[in-house]
């Protein structure tokens, strides 16, 4: 073919061809910000007081039928000490305490295999913490060996003047590498003299202890728990533990996912078997110890308040993709469930911690646990059980954004003083980053005017 004939030709076919388009390139995701540690409040201060009326300040999320306060509470904000190094990240996962005037609180640097935990006590009058556990020293492990960076059961000081406590691993594999594991540990601090002790390792042999809390007149440690991955086993197990003799009282297949709830009048305990959300409601008795019992009805437990003086426990359901959080009333007396209708108060729904005022009339809690509660602007709300209306306290963010740079991200570990005036909250922060980075304590002085009965 002639040189013109073949330029026409490759011309024409050019032309004919659909033409070729570039494939998109991914967006390389931003950098995560440097941060420091230990995270600080402008000027070095170790803690600030605000009260602002940002903090009644809704978002456009918030749900019709939820009211708002009318009066702004003052609040203060801290950071929790120890934070010195970056964590994976420091996170608290465990519910906290209030007890004798002072607050106690646990987090820890998530770190797998060879983490650590913290336990705090914060006194509201100094306004001063004063570590109480850091759990790898009190384990005191040879190098190599797993240590926790979780403590994710609840924190119990019970009669004998010791806060009790259990520790979790977090991933299923963290412990495969330590072929010396037994299980995680039953843990106890005495604040009054500062000394803590193991009071148990791998009670449940080879399982970690996500879940648990000790009766405080009974001393006895109720505790889920989860096996490793090596164990070959997907069941949860429930336990009772005897912590003045240090025996198990029972275990069995078949326990809590997540919670469970305890009536101290008579000591017994519920919870759902391996479910959040599930029908499968059984009952432990201590003074029957054996397989627990089953019980009629279906009660949504991801969380569970305290039994109040009418006899009532409060609890929320784990609302699944898609659904919502619902909160219910269980009457301990006659095993009754009521509904109560929904939790949320806008788009966040996973909730883990619930707490009565000691009046019964006033549960708290916060919407967001593992992240996000910004997006409602990080709401603290107060659920009324006489009109079932829910009200919202305060909006933390974006106030701590703007004005201090660390958003309220989420929490698991919320506790009221024995008056129902102060509610603290140990939130999971950001300082700018995808997730949270850092822990950090408000006190939430909750004005008069909202807590009239």
């Not at 995270?39 to 605000?50: A, I, M, Q, R, S």
């Not at 970056?86 to 295999?113: E, M, Q, T, V």
Request: net charge positive; charged share 20%; hydrophobic share 35%.
């Amino acid at each position: 073919m002639k040189p013109v004939l073949l330029l026409a030709a490759s011309l024409a076919l050019a032309f004919t061809l659909p033409a070729q388009t570039p494939k998109p390139t991914k967006a390389k995701p931003k950098p995560e910000p440097e941060v420091s540690f230990p995270p600080v409040l402008p000027g070095g201060k170790e803690f600030v007081t605000d009260t602002a009326a940002e903090f009644l300040r809704p978002p456009a999320t918030l749900l019709p039928e939820v009211s708002i306060a009318k009066t702004a509470p003052k609040v203060d904000f801290g950071y929790f000490p120890g934070q010195t190094y970056r964590g994976n990240p420091w996170s608290n996962w465990g519910d906290s305490l209030f007890a004798k005037g002072k607050y106690y609180a646990s987090i820890g640097d998530h770190l797998a295999p060879s983490g650590t935990a913290f336990i705090y006590e914060f006194d509201p009058v100094t306004k001063k913490f004063r570590q109480l556990v850091d759990v790898k020293k009190l384990l005191g492990l040879p190098a190599g060996r797993y240590t926790p960076g979780k403590i994710h059961t609840q924190l119990v000081l019970a009669r004998d003047g010791w806060i009790y406590c259990g520790t979790h691993r977090g991933g299923t594999r963290a412990t495969d590498g330590d072929k010396d594991y037994q299980g995680d540990w039953l843990l106890r601090v005495h604040p009054a003299s500062g000394k803590a002790e193991i009071v148990a390792e791998g009670p449940v042999p080879g399982h970690c202890i996500p879940t648990g809390f000790a009766d405080p007149q009974r001393l006895i440690f109720y505790g889920g728990t989860e096996p490793e991955t090596r164990a070959g086993e997907t069941n949860v197990t429930f336990f009772a533990y005897d912590l003045a003799a240090r025996k198990m009282i029972w275990s069995g297949f078949g326990g809590p996912a997540r919670a469970m709830m305890f009536s101290p009048s008579t000591g017994r305990v519920w919870f759902n078997v391996d479910s959040l959300t599930g029908s499968d409601l059984v009952r432990f008795d201590p003074a029957k110890p054996g397989k627990p019992m089953p019980v009629s009805g279906s009660i949504g437990l991801r969380a569970a308040s305290d039994e109040t003086p009418q006899g009532i426990i409060y609890t929320v359901s784990h609302a699944q993709r898609g659904g919502t959080a619902e909160l219910f009333a269980f009457h301990t007396r006659i095993e009754r469930i009521e509904s109560l209708g929904s939790a949320a108060i806008g788009t966040n729904q996973y909730i883990t911690t619930l707490d009565a005022d000691a009046t019964g009339r006033f549960v708290y809690y916060v919407p967001g646990a593992h992240g996000g509660s910004e997006a409602d602007n990080s709401a603290v709300v107060q659920y009324d059980t006489k009109t079932k209306t829910r009200k919202v306290i305060a909006f933390l963010h974006p106030f701590y954004t703007e004005k201090y740079g660390v958003t309220p991200r989420g929490t698991y570990s919320v506790a009221l003083d024995a008056q129902g005036e102060t509610l603290y909250i140990t939130w999971n922060c950001s300082r700018g980053t995808k997730v949270w980075d850092c822990c950090a304590l408000t006190v939430i002085h909750i004005p008069t005017s909202e807590r009239r009965l």
